[in-house]
């Protein structure tokens, strides 16, 4: 299924679709202090991201696509590290009032990186962000898990045949 074939940015899903990477025709690059988020990532989902501070990314954000992204990371100059991000309102959760990009940086940290200022080179699209429900239209947490581990297989086998910047 290619990306102009999926469920559009914040339709119900029972069922994860298919999907690939598409080559941004641009890369978009950011940079923004990391600070703390909703306390999902790491400790509900087990997948920890690098909240960036909306107000360091000027317009950057707000030009975005809402969807899910791959590319680079580093963290206070040091890397880079293959990364997913999420951008957009999280529909799944109610509690997201503002546009937000949420990376997880597939590497493993020894302590959080608070405070540290974060570069980020988007570099393809995987897919639109969803809202994860079950056949009666409630919440299914086991498909939101089951689509954060496809977005991290499929963005960091997509960047392991491409060179880092």
């Given amino acids: 299924m290619t990306v102009d074939e999926l469920p ?11 999907y690939g990477l598409r080559t941004l025709p641009e890369a978009v690059t950011m940079s923004a202090t990391v600070v703390e988020g909703f ?19 000027g317009s950057v954000l707000d030009d975005l696509e809402r969807g899910i992204y791959a590319g680079w990371a580093t963290v206070d100059g040091k890397g880079p590290y293959k990364a997913v ?7 799944t959760f109610t509690d997201v009032t503002e546009k937000v990009i949420e990376p997880h940086l597939l590497h493993v940290f020894d302590e959080d990186f608070y405070g540290a200022r974060l570069k980020l080179r988007l570099t393809g699209y995987l897919r639109p962000e969803w809202k ?10 086991g498909l939101l898990m089951e689509a954060i581990q496809s977005d991290i297989k499929v963005g960091g086998d997509a960047l392991a045949s491409v060179e880092p910047p």
Avoid: H, I, M, W
């Fill in 8 to 18: 559009p940015n914040g339709a119900e899903v029972s069922v994860l679709p298919s």
């Fill in 39 to 57: 306390g999902r990532g790491g400790k509900q989902l087990g997948c920890p991201t690098a909240n960036l501070k909306k107000d360091d990314l």
């Fill in 85 to 91: 991000a999420s951008v957009g309102f999280n529909p």
């Fill in 132 to 141: 994860f429900v079950d056949k009666e239209k409630n919440f299914n947490f």
